[in-house]
Structure formats: structure tokens, C-alpha cells
């Protein structure tokens, strides 16, 4: 049984000046190379040592971030209590952890707090840029050209009422009205999405979707990948991924 290489690196870059990303971490040397990479990529840069104080900062600032990157283990506040604090304010403004491999649990809670997703350390620096720019894509209007890419063919992905187009990384769905509407989805949503509907009907291990999902990350376990097709499954519809007892999931085409 294959699994798929998704590659979607190659992300336009949004349609702002510059936005601000927080990073929230106690470690100096995660904080540094971090600020100077995102920094080299024209975001502005806001870095904090543990939660409480981003909360203060958040809770007075006339420019907010717009995407935060938490560590989970940090003294005072950590990434957990300031993820449910901060969302209970800006409940739209995405989160990505960065989390140890002894860390499972509170990965795993922080996705069902409302964590849009998480990377292991050492992570690639790359793969953390993909994410940010799919996440903040959510909060911008799409553009022209982004609208001529969801109409190109050799780039869609059809199923029912479902297009995916590979290239923008964008999904839509027709609602109960007809009207196509955009499905928010991380990058982690997308690699699992695309995979499976280039593969309708074909059944993948927990295994298989762990190496799909996170090609730079081994350190996962079986409950995260469920984890996520939770959450896909509430965007795409619940019966469109059927599971299939002892082996994995399998998405219905």
C-alpha cells in the first residue's frame, strides 16, 4: 500500500505588509533563530518568555499577532492556560505548539483546546513556514489569482460537492444553499485530505497517515493522527472518512 508525498512548501505568500507572529517560549535559543528566520521572511516578530506575559501584552496591544507560536512546558503561565485565556479573547487568531517528544499528552490536549497544530522539536524550519503561511491564508481575502487557480482543472481534486485544488492549498464545499464556501484546513488537514482523495476507498494504517501528515516528524503516536481526523472529519462531513476497525481509515469517494 503507497502513501502520497504532498508537497505544499510552495505557498503564496499573503496578501498583508507584514504580519506579526508571537512566539511564546522560555527558551532563549528556540526564541533567537526563530525571530531571525521569520523575521528574513518579512513577518514582524514578537517574542515572549511564558504566557503571562503575552497576555499582557495581548490584552493592550493595538496590533495583536496573527499567529502564535507556543511551547507547552513554560514557568508562570503555560502554553495550555494562555492558549484557552487568549482564545477565550481572539477565539479566530490560530496556535501552533512546538512540544518535546515527552509531550504527547499535552499535544494532544492542546488540539482539542483549540491548538491549530504542532510541530516536535528540532523541527524543520521550512515545514514551520508552510504551516504559518496556511494559517494565516484563513484571515485573508483570497485573491484574483488564487480564484483562477481554484477554477484550473489539472490542479483540482473533485469529490461530490468537495474540490481541492493541490496547488493554493485550498478546499470548498457547496453548502445547503449551494453557495461554495472555503474549508479551512492546516497544513496537516491538507497532506490528509489530498492523500485521500487521490486515493478514494484504499484503507492507509495510522502508520501510513503519521508519515503523510508529518514527513519531518517521527515522534507521534496513533491517538494524534485520530486526533486530526477528528477535526477533518467536522469540516469535511462526518461520513466522508469511514473507519475501518483494526486497520486505519479510508475516505469514501
Not at 522539536?121 to 504551516?131: Q, V
Not at 503516536?221 to 462531513?237: V, Y
Not at 473507519?243 to 486505519?248: H, I, N, P, S
Amino acid at each position: 500500500m503507497k502513501s502520497v508525498a504532498v508537497n505544499c512548501y510552495n505557498l503564496f505568500i499573503v496578501n498583508v505588509e507584514k504580519p506579526k507572529i508571537a512566539i511564546v517560549d522560555d527558551e532563549k535559543n528556540v526564541r533567537l533563530p526563530l525571530r531571525k528566520f521569520l523575521e528574513s521572511e518579512g513577518f514582524e516578530v514578537a517574542e515572549f518568555s511564558d504566557g503571562k506575559e503575552a497576555l499582557d501584552d495581548l490584552t493592550k496591544s493595538k496590533n495583536p499577532p496573527a499567529v502564535y507560536i507556543l511551547d507547552i512546558m513554560m514557568p508562570v503561565m503555560d502554553g495550555i492556560m494562555f492558549l484557552q485565556k487568549y482564545k477565550a479573547i481572539f477565539p479566530e487568531v490560530p496556535a501552533i505548539f512546538l512540544t518535546s517528544r515527552d509531550e504527547e499528552f499535552d499535544k494532544i490536549l492542546g488540539l482539542e483546546l483549540g491548538a491549530d497544530d504542532y510541530l516536535t522539536k528540532p523541527f524543520s524550519m521550512k515545514e514551520l513556514l508552510a504551516r504559518v503561511k496556511v494559517l494565516l491564508r484563513r484571515y485573508q481575502k483570497v485573491s484574483k489569482e488564487d480564484e483562477k487557480l481554484m477554477e484550473d482543472d489539472k490542479n483540482l481534486l473533485r469529490s461530490e460537492n468537495l474540490v481541492l485544488n493541490t496547488k493554493s492549498c485550498v478546499a470548498k464545499a457547496k453548502n445547503a444553499a449551494g453557495d461554495s464556501e472555503e474549508i479551512p484546513l492546516t497544513v496537516t488537514e491538507f497532506r490528509l485530505l489530498e492523500n485521500f482523495m487521490k486515493n478514494p476507498d484504499e484503507v492507509f494504517t495510522r502508520e501510513q497517515l503519521i508519515e503523510i501528515a508529518y514527513p519531518e516528524d517521527i515522534y507521534l503516536n496513533d491517538r494524534a493522527i485520530d486526533c486530526h481526523i477528528k477535526r477533518l472529519r467536522k469540516k469535511i462531513g462526518t461520513e466522508r472518512i469511514e473507519t475501518v476497525y483494526g486497520l486505519g481509515y479510508k475516505f469514501l469517494g
